[in-house]
């Protein structure tokens, strides 16, 4: 059996799926992701990235009105995980897990916070229209 280590840096590449404002998207979504990870063999990183899309899709299609798309990156051996959507305001800042106990909803960027080695946001806009892109990165060296 093959010896597997960290995966090779390669080339960088990107992907982006865009997605209709319906929260069915964020199983296509998460199922995707899958699948560009084994293509890429990417496969160790997975779980957690899934854990990311799903968070920060469900964020997307959730708090605002209009479309959304999936964006993965991969570069210099991180993969970025983001979620655009048609809102420019920022994402409200994550609260601490020892708040969300309780709480029925409000975990989704506390999750990404914790589980990315690095996290943010940025305006984005795409065909005119401005938006925003919450991205978590996994280092995978």
């Known amino acids: 059996m093959p010896e597997t280590g960290p ?9 982006t799926l865009y997605i209709p404002h319906d929260l069915r998207a964020v199983t296509v979504s998460r199922r995707t992701l899958r699948l ?31 479309p959304a798309a999936l964006r ?9 995980v983001g979620a655009w ?6 994402p409200e800042p994550p609260r601490p897990f020892t708040a969300l106990t309780d709480a029925e909803d409000g975990r989704g960027l506390a999750l990404v916070r914790a589980c990315a080695d690095l996290w943010g946001w940025q305006p984005l ?16 060296v």
């Open 7 to 15: 995966p090779a840096l390669g080339e960088p590449w990107e992907y």
């Open 36 to 66: 560009i990870l084994a293509a890429h063999d990417l496969t160790a990183l997975s779980d957690t990235a899934e854990l990311l899309a799903t968070e920060l899709v469900s964020n997307a299609v959730r708090h605002t009105k209009g």
């Open 72 to 80: 993965v990156r991969w570069s210099a051996g991180v993969l970025r």
């Open 85 to 90: 959507d048609g809102d420019p305001q920022p």
């Open 125 to 140: 806009a795409r065909n005119g229209s401005r938006g925003k892109l919450v991205w978590g990165d996994l280092d995978a």
